[in-house]
């Protein structure tokens, strides 16, 4: 496992890996200008958009489960939160390159990125994070809530996503702030549907079982992020970029196992403070934990290739598990209320 990164030409490997210059084949009819913001939109591999959507999607259809929303709802809010993750993906990824331009310049994977190469100015690249973020924005129209009630609740993301570039700088854990931004999503998946995890009038009165879920999205980030950290490791070391993988260097797995426990317990508590059933602690649980222990065990965190390997297969299988216990929840939900 990890050997077809390996076997690939050590150039065209790191391009792969978000290294800002691969081009695939299957786009090859589009205009050459076009290829810069698709790089800088992380789009291809599609894991950049995934990584905000996936917890949008759990959050709305945990929702589905508790509010038994009709299916053509749930359906209606997983197309809207998706419209609305691809244009915050494109303008979230673009503000961070914009913002690390002159430190990915000095590292090897990410020197090639749009911006460092010059194939998007710094002008150019804010102009299109800042229309990607309005265009984000028009996706709060679709919610069953005032677009200002949206807007508010989607604000602490905003916000976290804007400091998430200086984070590296700042501290050594800013795989905790990219966990907050992207766990908000399960906030913004659950007010697609009406649900709101707490009101700005009572902040302290909130719906444990979102947090619960909301705090195992923030940790599952942390996990795969830290590892995807390792790819750089030396070169970031010598820039002076901070990071989880940085501060423990060859102890990582040791901060990992932890983590994953603690990550189990969310999920475990998510599921008891919601009544969820056996399809969530099979397919949810039981698929979500075992691809990370499976991932944390096998990953050779000296070889940039195998984390990159191993970051891109593990996101999907416990995006989808999660995804998967959660769905055949409400499906097992929609057909015993068909039945009664």
Known sequence: MG??????????????????????????ILPDSWHPYIQLSRLFPPAGLFLIYFPHLFGVLHAAIRTQAPPLTVLHASIVLLGG?????????TWNDLIDAKLDAKVERTSRRPI????????????????????????????????????????PNVLATLYYPWAKRH???PQLVLGVCLAWGIVMGELALGVRTYTY???????????????AAVLWTVIYDTLYAHQD??????????????????????LLWPLLVA???????????????????????????GSLCMMILMVDLRSTQNCW??????????GAAISGGLLGEYCVLQRTSGYS
């Open 201 to 215: 009038m009572h902040i302290l009165e909130v719906d444990w079982a979102v947090v619960y879920l909301f705090l």
């Open 263 to 289: 990550m189990t317990g969310m999920l475990l508590m998510c599921g008891w403070a919601s009544g969820l059933g056996v399809v969530y602690y099979v397919v949810a649980v039981i698929g979500a934990v």
């Open 85 to 93: 993750s691809f244009f915050f993906s494109n303008a979230a990824h």
């Open 171 to 173: 501290t050594n854990m």
């Open 116 to 155: 460092p190469r010059g194939a998007v100015t710094p002008q150019a690249a804010f102009f299109f994070a800042l229309t990607q973020g309005l265009l984000a924005a028009w996706f709060l129209a679709g919610f069953p809530t005032s677009f200002t009630t949206g807007f508010l609740y989607a604000l």
């Open 309 to 318: 390997w191993w970051f891109s297969k593990g996101f999907w299988l416990v």
């Open 233 to 254: 490791l030396q070169a970031d070391i010598r820039v002076g970029i901070k990071s989880l993988a940085v501060l423990f260097r060859g102890r990582t797995k040791r």
């Open 3 to 28: 050997t077809a990164a390996s076997n690939k030409n050590p150039t065209e490997s790191l391009a792969y890996q978000y290294g800002g210059d691969h081009k695939p084949a299957s786009l090859g």
